[in-house]
């Protein structure tokens, strides 16, 4: 609820998609395989989360439609652009404080293999 | 080329199940990721297409399902909660009077048989009391619902999943 405005913790569709965003606009299909590109095809997303997650954030103010344009790589087809605002940055932020405390917390309980810690 | 005409084709239809303001706002660009996806895949023709187009079909009616499911909570949540309590506070009624005129039809049929209705009329009773108190629940939400409607704008439920 009012938690996520306050830092709480987004889903992962979500914080992905912040994380795409927060370099660049793009457009559906360029955040689809940004987000499988960062995380390593762990995270695959059809159009129903994307443009349902899309639709969540665009009402809380996290992101906006920024441009209708063509993307030269793909065809001639006219494409609806996203970027993040200042609050997705800022809930971005928060969000990944919280994970920096998270890995904290278990770094100082020894959970984190070494291997990976390093 | 033909059977991603054919997938486009019922992936158009498919979104068509979405409530219409999504639909108007977000149909064009689905079945253009749609397509493009579809595009990326047909390099790869083969075994795995079809259940890529299935994973695809299955996702999207996951998320008509989800943004159904947060419309109708928001219209009962919002503006319309009176409304679908006075509808349940009818269906509930209508429940209950169908029930009394079954029974009343049975007794009467089986007068005079010496047949045991117990097992039919029972049940039948039960039912009608339970109507009696769902429409009486209906009832008093339908009014409490239209007197906080009344007395408070309405709250926007911030979005988390």
Redo the contacts between chains.
């Keep these: 609820?009012?938690?996520?405005?306050t830092g709480g913790p987004l889903?992962p569709a979500v914080l992905h998609i912040l994380l795409v965003l927060s370099t660049q606009d793009r457009?559906?299909?360029g955040i689809?395989k940004q987000v499988e590109a960062d995380s390593q095809g762990r995270v695959k997303m059809?159009?129903?989360?994307?443009?349902?997650s899309?639709?969540?954030?665009t009402?809380?103010g996290l992101i906006r439609e920024s441009d209708k344009k063509i993307d030269p790589n793909?065809d001639d087809?006219r494409?609806?652009y996203y970027g993040i605002t200042a609050l997705g940055q800022q809930t971005l932020a928060a969000e990944l404080q919280r994970y920096r405390q998270v890995v904290a917390v278990a770094h100082e309980r020894s959970l984190i293999p070494r291997a990976m810690g390093a | 080329m033909g059977g991603q005409t054919r997938y486009r084709r019922w992936y158009r239809r498919l979104l068509g199940l979405y409530p219409r303001p999504y639909r108007e706002r977000f149909a064009d660009s689905m079945e253009q990721t749609f397509a493009d996806l579809c595009r990326e895949r047909a390099g790869t023709e083969g075994r795995g297409t079809a259940a890529f187009i299935l994973w695809i079909f299955t996702e999207t009616f996951v998320g008509i399902i989800r943004e159904r499911a947060s419309d109708l909570a928001r219209l009962t949540m919002a503006r319309n909660a009176t409304a679908v309590f006075r509808i349940v506070k009818w269906l509930a009624l209508a429940t209950g009077g169908l029930m009394v005129a079954g029974v009343a039809t049975v007794m009467l049929l089986a007068r005079g048989t010496g047949e045991d209705v117990t097992g039919v009329v029972a049940p039948a009773l039960l039912l009608t009391l339970l109507s009696v108190v769902a429409a009486v629940v209906a009832a008093i939400l339908q009014v409490t619902s239209g007197r906080s409607h009344r007395l408070r704008a309405p709250t926007r439920r911030f979005w988390t999943r």
Excluded: N
């Design positions: 609820m009012a938690s996520t405005r889903t457009h559906g299909y689809m059809g159009p129903g989360t994307l443009y349902g899309v639709r969540r954030m009402e809380a793909l087809e494409r609806v």
